[in-house]
């Protein structure tokens, strides 16, 4: 495969990360670039369908500001379901012509004390900070960390949803069918 750009959407280490190190064996002469964009949705967004613009905002925002070849974007939310309140988050790459493959998932039951705080209008990073008595946690493991005691990190985790998202673009003939 020949050189590309792929702009990633954040400059959070985590998911600069996450992007690289998901795409990196199968765009092997890519150059990243990660650039700061706004999601344009709430800091904490809620539900699939707000998680998913905001991925999808990040992606397309960084493709257009870089003049890229991939946009990647990632997004975290959180949803409430019968059995609880869950954290989620939503991959998505856009390329030029306005494609789009979309990785979703890592649903993870959140703590009551946690969930409080986030109907209140607290954001989940900032919730996990508060509950562990430290700082920018999601620039580190995440609440995936820190809720699996480590048997899953935010990196980790971010980087099968991006494989998920490339789908669309490393078997482009399957999905033209």
């Excluded at 590309?4 to 990196?24: C, E, F, Q, R």
């Excluded at 480590?150 to 669309?168: C, F, N, Q």
């Amino acid at each position: 495969m020949n050189y590309m750009k792929i702009a990633i959407g954040s400059k959070n280490p985590v998911k600069v990360a996450a992007v690289t190190d998901g795409l990196k064996e199968a765009f092997p002469k890519a150059e990243f670039v990660s650039v700061d964009v706004k999601s344009g949705v709430s800091s904490q967004p809620v539900g699939d369908d707000e998680t998913v613009k905001g991925a999808t905002n990040r992606a397309t925002e960084a493709l257009k500001k870089i003049g890229a070849d991939l946009g990647v974007g990632l997004e975290g939310g959180v949803e409430e379901t019968k059995h609880g309140m869950m954290a989620t988050v939503w991959c998505a790459i856009i390329d030029v012509k306005g494609n789009i493959g979309l990785g979703g998932g890592l649903h993870i039951h959140i703590p009551e004390v946690v969930a409080k705080k986030i109907r209140n209008g607290v954001e989940l990073g900032k919730a996990m900070d508060e509950l562990t008595n430290r700082k920018d946690t999601k620039h580190q493991e995440g609440a995936l960390g820190i809720l699996t005691k480590g048997l899953i990190d935010r990196k980790t985790g971010y980087e099968s949803l991006v494989r998920l998202a490339a789908a669309k673009f490393l078997n482009p003939d399957l999905y033209s069918r």
